[in-house]
Structures are given as structure tokens and as C-alpha cells.
């Protein structure tokens, strides 16, 4: 992000006032993981919820009691294997 701008840059946030509409631009599939105990869970939440509303193929995943970057601050546990094989269906469904 451009130093001295907010999170309200479009980088940052696609929904922001100097931001594009969303709605006529075509988007390859999106995937959003979040972590239930993330600090930007709801922007992750709202980010998806709108891009759905505007559409767009997006899939939601949140796991309940995980906090940000969960899966790789342990990358060899159960919950990051998890990912792994979400992240890999997800690419394998929509890669043509």
C-alpha cells in the first residue's frame, strides 16, 4: 500500500470509496479461509458477503476458534493439512 494512504485504499479495500465498482468486472474464482478469532474476520466476512451479493463466485471458509494465519504457525498440524487439501480442491475445481 502507497505510504500515507488508510485501509480505505483500494489495495487494501476493494469496497472503499475511491475503489472501482465491482459489479461489471469479471473475477476468477474467489476463496476466502479465515480464522473465527481473526482481528479482520469481519472485513474477510463482509469482503465475501458483498462480492457474493455483487455475484461473483466466492467460497467462504471459517475456522471456528482459529486466530490469523493459523495454518502456518503450525504447518504440519491437523488443521493446516485441512488447508492444504481445501486450497488444492479449490485450484483443481477451477483451473480449466
Given at each position: 500500500?502507497?505510504?500515507?494512504?488508510?485501509?480505505?485504499?483500494?489495495?487494501?479495500n476493494p469496497?472503499?470509496?475511491?475503489?472501482?465498482?465491482?459489479?461489471?468486472?469479471?473475477?476468477?474464482?474467489?476463496?476466502?479461509?479465515?480464522?473465527?478469532?481473526?482481528?479482520?474476520?469481519?472485513?474477510?466476512?463482509?469482503?465475501?458477503?458483498?462480492?457474493?451479493?455483487?455475484?461473483?463466485?466466492?467460497?467462504?471458509?471459517?475456522?471456528?476458534?482459529?486466530?490469523?494465519?493459523?495454518?502456518?504457525?503450525?504447518?504440519?498440524?491437523e488443521?493446516?493439512e485441512?488447508?492444504?487439501?481445501?486450497?488444492k480442491?479449490?485450484?483443481?475445481?477451477?483451473?480449466k
Amino acid at each position: 500500500m502507497p505510504v500515507g494512504e488508510s485501509r480505505d485504499h483500494p489495495l487494501a479495500n476493494p469496497f472503499g470509496p475511491d475503489s472501482s465498482n465491482l459489479e461489471q468486472v469479471k473475477l476468477d474464482p474467489i476463496l476466502v479461509i479465515v480464522g473465527g478469532n481473526e482481528l479482520l474476520k469481519d472485513r474477510a466476512t463482509d469482503y465475501a458477503t458483498r462480492l457474493k451479493e455483487l455475484g461473483k463466485n466466492i467460497e467462504y471458509i471459517e475456522f471456528e476458534g482459529k486466530e490469523h494465519g493459523f495454518f502456518t504457525h503450525d504447518s504440519y498440524s491437523e488443521v493446516a493439512e485441512e488447508v492444504v487439501q481445501i486450497l488444492k480442491r479449490f485450484m483443481l475445481e477451477n483451473s480449466k
